[in-house]
């Protein structure tokens, strides 16, 4: 499974539009880029997940770049229980590994 | 539907003890992976289990770890002999099918904090 890159930790303020980078340069054409978060020990959440096109749910936006290099995820309105780790992971589904392997991932701390 | 159950939430054990923990599945998973987070740190996977086999344990240390998911009961991850170095929190997933067949979700529990004194 590719690799991904993120900046270790974001700020933002309470109800701006949290944007949140992820870099996967190798990714191959059949991988997937999905979304986790980890608010402050709790377990991990699933956010989004896609492929090539744009997704959108309840809980955020996954843009992804023509050439799948890159994506952001983005959350409209960010609040403070929006404040957690936010992790990029690039796997394939068909015939790639049965784990989630989990970086270090972007710790975002929305402020007041 | 109730999540993705562990317990115990919190274990204290002296170094040289066995911990036992333990996570119940969502309702009509039988898919169980456990991650353990060491303080400060990444989640790192541990063993990927599907009903009354092992699939992968390769981040299993090879040493005092053990896994099962019984055909009846809730999957549980064994540590004997604990040292200082097992306190972590020790996260538990289930999904429906297997990864590569579905979209890629695992439902998360809460985790259990083992504190080896």
């Known amino acids: 499974d590719a690799k991904t890159t993120q900046p270790p930790s974001m700020d933002c303020a309470e109800g701006r539009a949290a944007n949140l980078p992820c870099n996967h340069s190798?990714?191959?054409?059949?991988?997937?880029v999905y979304w986790y978060r980890q608010i402050h020990s709790q377990g991990p959440q699933y956010i989004i997940h896609?492929?090539?096109n744009n997704e959108t749910n309840e809980m955020a936006s996954l843009i992804i770049t023509e050439d799948r290099k890159s994506s952001t995820l983005i959350l409209p309105h960010a609040t403070l229980r929006d404040t957690a780790v936010y992790y990029c992971?690039?796997?394939?589904?068909?015939?790639?590994?049965?784990?989630?392997?989990f970086g270090k991932g972007t710790k975002l701390t929305v402020n007041p | 539907n109730a999540g993705v159950m562990q317990n115990p939430r919190h274990l204290v054990r002296r170094r040289g003890q066995e911990a036992r923990l333990r996570c119940s599945p969502m309702?009509?998973?039988?898919?169980v992976y456990w991650y353990r987070q060491l303080p400060e740190e990444g989640l790192k996977f541990m063993v990927y289990?599907?009903?009354?086999?092992?699939?992968?344990e390769s981040g299993m240390p090879k040493e005092r770890f053990s896994a099962e998911f019984p055909k009846e009961g809730p999957s549980i991850l064994r540590i004997q002999q604990v040292v200082r170095g097992d306190s972590a929190a020790y996260f538990c997933?289930?999904?429906?099918?297997?990864?590569?067949?579905?979209?890629?979700?695992?439902?998360f529990g809460e985790g259990s904090r083992l504190t080896v004194l």
């Open positions: 992971i690039v796997r394939r589904p068909q015939g790639g590994s049965e784990k989630l392997v």
């Open positions: 309702k009509g998973h039988s898919h």
């Open positions: 289990l599907q009903k009354e086999n092992i699939i992968d």
């Open positions: 997933a289930s999904s429906p099918r297997e990864l590569r067949s579905n979209t890629g979700e695992l439902f």
């Open positions: 190798t990714i191959s054409g059949n991988e997937y």
């Open positions: 896609g492929l090539k």
